[in-house]
Nanobody, 114 residues
Framework: VQLQASGGGLVQPGGSLRVSCTVSGRTFGANVMSWYRQAPGKQREWVARIISNGAADYPESVKGRFSISRDSGKNIFYLQMNNLKPEDTATYYC?????????WGQGTLVTVSS
């Protein structure tokens, strides 16, 4: 399984951005698609996940601002980020979990700054 993240960039505070993750390989069966982020000097933190049945979950820090979705037919999942804040600046990583194994993408940088 391979993951390719894309869509990062520079956005002003209060703006929106959508990042994508394309999954290829053995993706059949029950799985969980997740997004994490890591800011400079900080630990990687979880920001969203969606399971095979479409149920999604978020930490309080992004709930109401971030939304995860998936296009199962195309094996792509997205993270829509609204009302972005400077503290959302980080490299965003996608993760695909299936059959007891986690697969990570390479990360895409999101910078929130005026």
């Amino acid at each position: 399984v391979q993951l390719q993240a894309s869509g990062g960039g520079l956005v002003q505070p209060g703006g929106s951005l959508r990042v994508s993750c394309t999954v290829s390989g053995r993706t059949f069966g029950a799985n969980v698609m997740s997004w994490y982020r890591q800011a400079p000097g900080k630990q990687r933190e979880w920001v969203a996940r969606i399971i095979s049945n479409g149920a999604a979950d978020y930490p309080e820090s992004v709930k109401g601002r971030f939304s995860i979705s998936r296009d199962s037919g195309k094996n792509i999942f997205y993270l829509q980020m609204n009302n972005l804040k400077p503290e959302d600046t980080a490299t965003y990583y996608c993760k695909f979990s299936a059959r007891g194994t986690d697969y990570w993408g390479q990360g895409t940088l999101v910078t929130v700054s005026s």
